[in-house]
């Protein structure tokens, strides 16, 4: 059973920035990070390959976030800069074995970490 834990959200003003990071027991080939905002569904916002060689962003945060993983330490980060309201939602870290990533009963997930950005 795969675990995830993640940290590092709160709250931020528009413009600002915020690391997320996520800690994952055992090795996965595909992790990323998904977000919810309240009424909408659960969607993509970055995902990679365990070398790192494959990524893949959702439209609305390209150029904005910036996903690495740390394989000695088993650990995923989601770089998030220029936040905006709309960024605002649960944030979730993923794992599985399959990539592009997709929801998908398949993944592992973890608890979810708060993002606000007030305008």
């Known amino acids: 059973q795969v675990q995830l834990v993640e940290s590092g959200g709160g709250l931020v003003q528009a413009g600002g920035s915020l690391t997320l990071s996520c800690a994952v027991s055992?090795?996965?080939?595909?992790m990323g990070w998904f977000r919810q905002a309240p009424g909408k569904e659960r969607e993509l916002v970055a995902a990679l390959t365990r070398t790192g060689g494959f990524k893949s962003y959702g439209d609305s945060v390209k150029g904005r976030f910036t996903i690495s993983r740390d394989n000695a330490k088993n650990t995923v980060a989601l770089q998030m800069n220029s936040l905006r309201p709309e960024d605002t939602a649960i944030y979730y870290c993923?794992?599985?074995?399959?990539?592009?990533?997709?929801?998908?009963?398949?993944?592992?997930w973890g608890q979810g970490t708060q993002v606000t950005v007030s305008s």
């Open positions: 055992g090795v996965i080939y595909a």
């Open positions: 993923a794992a599985g074995n399959f990539f592009p990533m997709a929801v998908s009963p398949t993944l592992s």
